[in-house]
Nanobody, 116 residues
């Protein structure tokens, strides 16, 4: 059974916005930290943002600070990544990661393409 699934990717112009969503079917999601990562042909998979299980703590890569916001709604088993001011260098496949209690789940990824 799939543990994590991303959605919301697409093609946007530079300066545009996208909102990515990460969902999971089970209640364990509510107690797991969630992270967003991205990977492009030019780079290794890199950290983008993360949020603690209760949403109290967030972290961001320097490259996205001030532009991206991670949030979660545990009542809906959903974590989101709001991406504003997108740049061509943000183009990548974005992956959601849910980790906790000895488990480490990755989604299949969603493509984000930012045109110049």
């Amino acid at each position: 059974q799939a543990q994590v699934m991303e959605s919301g990717g697409g093609l946007v112009q530079a300066g545009g916005s996208l909102r990515l969503s990460c969902t999971a079917p089970g209640p364990s999601f509510q107690s797991y930290a969630v992270g967003w990562f991205r990977q492009s042909p030019e780079k290794e998979r890199e950290f983008v943002a993360s949020i603690s299980w209760d949403g109290a703590n967030t972290e961001y890569a320097d490259s996205v600070k001030g532009r991206f916001t991670i949030s979660r709604d545990n009542n809906k088993n959903t974590a989101s990544l709001q991406m504003n001011g997108l740049k061509p260098e943000d183009t990548a496949v974005y992956y959601c990661r849910s980790r906790g209690s000895g488990n480490d789940y990755w989604g299949q990824g969603t493509q984000v393409t930012v045109s110049s």
